[in-house]
């Protein structure tokens, strides 16, 4: 025990020089009155040097105050010999979750169906393991990742359910891509040894091939859970409609466990069929390899030794010396006070994140005392008390994360921009992005990409503001179409009115005509007769034909004119009924800012914010509040950057 006799915090020692030098004058000074006594004679030496009892306390309370004073600065010092036991928090384990969204999975072999059956699986398994981080990938003909790696498995249960072949962009089954993702995420987050559990209905040949090749260059563990039946059944899409190959044929996937199997042996994993209880989640955790001796140490040092320390038993010891200065009312106690507080600082750690905070706590509490300001602000931070905690951190990135929680966007940017990192930058985007600031969200995402490549969480982050960008950008431009179309619509009203007054004046024009004809007709007819040409009967009868073809002419153009002048009045009551319609919409969009405009705090914006939050919320609001579609879309733009950068396995079948 007396081999491990350290001090935790010798720079403290530094101050026992002073107290030296006080102790040796102390003592030197009876030395001198003593030296005198030989010289001088005792019936003078009395008069000279008196022994009164003033001198007498007052080198008593020298001692005193020295004596305590050094009992006080070893112990701040703190001596130890004795380790204490400590838990090893698990801080290097990491585990993804990689899910078959492959058609196959709407198999209806087991009830309601493996989607349905896996997702419920997926929820068990990490609420199951629930240590280290987890991430998740899912998979088709491409593999796309869900959630990076995270300790927060709430966000996981919100995504799991939201997860379905439906959303995916390629379809197929390439599980090969979907755990060379998933270890590519171990990796960036530094696990070169982490978990992968595989969630899948099978896979074929080729497939099985190409992942034992791939196992042997790496060191991942894969857990392997086998979702289906050796019987199989139809495929029973969303619609209802059950799925065909390219024949015609009725596909009916079959669970071949074997393949699975071998790779779940080769990676030093372990495989399990689904079951109805929870005994299969519990096998394929509990072959997890344990982390060897190095792994041990690497935690212990980031965890930080504790060690029972003897200095407060020092005060005990300082007690007497402390009561007996109090006593003489010496302002001596108010510096003991004083170091009871600065010398016994609360343990620190080479990791904050491994402190132990309380999930209860008062600030004002006594432990707090021995607290520094981003350790009380800690406190606060994990109590939800997010004002407390933002104005107790002196860290500008936990100072940053208290606004955020709060709110207080504004000042969460004006902490994180006193720094220059990834981390600080990715914040900012966040915040950026909570204030509708899109341009300048993606530039920030953009600026943390730059500081760190392979930082996933700000890539997503800045794909899916981009897409809500495009959106606002398509939702304006359709805004500026139905008003150029409102406005084209009272054009063409006014040009079929004038359409119509021009075609009532043909009418009457062409009636004209007829009449005019039909006199000249009569004209013509009586000339020939007072003419006297009665050898000409045929003649005469042409022309009398010739006549009664005109008004059958003049009628026909009329009936013609009256089938036309129906059309003309549905195109107006149709114009009509749009430009009703859009009156309604704009009604509508009316109501809609005036409800955002109540629900905004006037006082605490200026104009130009006012109407950006509005603007922002009214296309939240077109926005679906619908995990599945922001992954859908989020999925479809990364599989469009990829585009034939991936590996590019031909996919023989398209489940």
Not at 63 to 68: E, G, P, Q, V, W
Not at 271 to 295: F, L, M, N
């Amino acid at each position: 025990m007396l081999n491990d006799f350290h001090f935790l915090r010798p720079e403290w020692l530094y101050a026992l020089i002073p107290l030296i030098l006080v102790w040796i004058l102390v003592n030197k000074f009876p030395k001198n009155q003593q030296d005198w006594q030989g010289v001088i004679s005792p019936h003078l030496y009395k008069h000279l040097f008196p022994t009164s009892q003033k001198n007498i306390n007052l080198l008593g309370l020298a001692y005193a105050l020295t004596f305590a004073l050094a009992l006080g600065v070893i112990g701040a010092a703190g001596p130890t010999v004795e380790k204490l036991p400590q838990p090893v928090f698990s801080v290097d384990k990491g585990h993804v979750v990689v899910m078959d969204m492959s058609l196959s999975m709407r198999s209806t072999d087991i009830a309601p169906d493996r989607l349905t059956r896996a997702k419920f699986k997926a929820i068990d398994l990490v609420q199951l393991i629930n240590e280290g981080e987890i991430g998740l990938v899912a998979y088709a003909g491409d593999a796309f990742t869900i959630s990076p790696l995270t300790e927060d498995i709430s966000t996981l249960e919100t995504l799991i359910p939201s997860l379905s072949p439906e959303i995916m962009p390629v379809r197929g089954s390439d599980a090969y891509a979907g755990l060379t993702l998933a270890a590519d995420l171990l990796l960036q987050a530094g696990y070169p040894n982490g978990t992968i559990y595989w969630i899948t209905d099978g896979i074929d040949i080729r497939e099985a091939k190409d992942i034992s090749e791939w196992i042997n260059q790496s060191s991942f563990q894969i857990n392997v859970l086998a979702v289906g039946t050796k019987e199989g059944a139809p495929i029973t899409q969303a619609n209802g409609e059950l799925f065909k190959d390219y024949s015609g044929s009725i596909v009916i996937p079959k669970l071949n466990v074997g393949p699975l199997v071998a790779v779940a042996k080769q990676s030093s994993g372990a495989a399990s069929e689904i079951t109805t209880d929870d005994s299969d989640i519990k096998r394929i955790t509990s072959a997890v390899v344990p982390p060897s001796a190095s792994d041990d140490e690497e935690e212990e040092k980031l965890g930080g030794d504790q060690w029972r320390e003897l200095g407060p038993w020092l005060v005990i010891l300082a007690l007497p010396f402390v009561a007996y200065l109090f006593r003489r009312g010496l302002i001596a106690v108010m510096v003991l006070t004083f170091s009871s507080t600065v010398f016994y600082p609360h343990p620190s750690f080479a990791n904050d994140a491994d402190i132990s905070v309380p999930s209860k706590g008062s600030p004002n509490s006594v432990t707090s005392w021995f607290k520094n300001k981003d350790q009380r602000g800690l406190d606060a931070y994990k109590n939800k008390d997010y004002e407390d905690a933002a104005n107790e951190f002196n860290d500008p990135m936990w100072q940053g994360s208290a606004h955020y929680r709060q709110g207080n966007y504004e000042e969460a940017i004006s902490s994180f921009s006193q720094l220059d990192s990834a981390d600080a930058w990715y914040n900012t985007g966040n915040a950026l992005a909570q204030l509708g600031k899109l341009d300048e969200a993606i530039e920030a995402y953009g600026n943390a990409l730059s500081r760190d490549p392979g930082y996933s969480a700000a890539e997503q982050n800045k794909a899916l503001v981009e897409s809500l960008k495009e959106q606002q950008e398509q939702e304006q431009q359709n805004d500026e179409n139905s008003e150029n179309n409102q406005d084209q619509n009272g054009e063409n009203s006014e040009d079929n009115q004038q359409d119509d007054s021009q075609s009532e004046g043909q009418e009457e024009s062409q009636g004209d005509n007829q009449d005019s004809n039909q006199d000249n007709g009569q004209s013509d007819e009586q000339q020939e007769d007072s003419e006297g040409n009665p050898s000409d009967p045929q003649q005469n009868g042409e022309n009398e034909s010739e006549n009664s073809e005109q008004p059958q002419e003049s009628e026909e153009n009329s009936q013609q004119q009256s089938e036309e002048s129906p059309e003309f009045n549905d195109e107006e009551s149709r114009e009509g009924e749009q430009a009703d319609e859009g009156n309604d919409q704009g009604e509508e969009l009316e109501q809609q800012k005036a409800v955002q405009n109540a629900q905004i705090n006037e006082s605490s914006l200026t104009d130009e914010e006012r109407e950006k939050q509005q603007k922002i919320e009214a296309l939240l609001r077109r926005v679906p509040n619908d995990p599945a579609f922001l992954l859908q879309q989020k999925m479809r733009l990364e599989a469009q950057k990829r585009a034939g950068k991936t590996r590019s396995a031909p996919q023989e079948k398209q489940w």
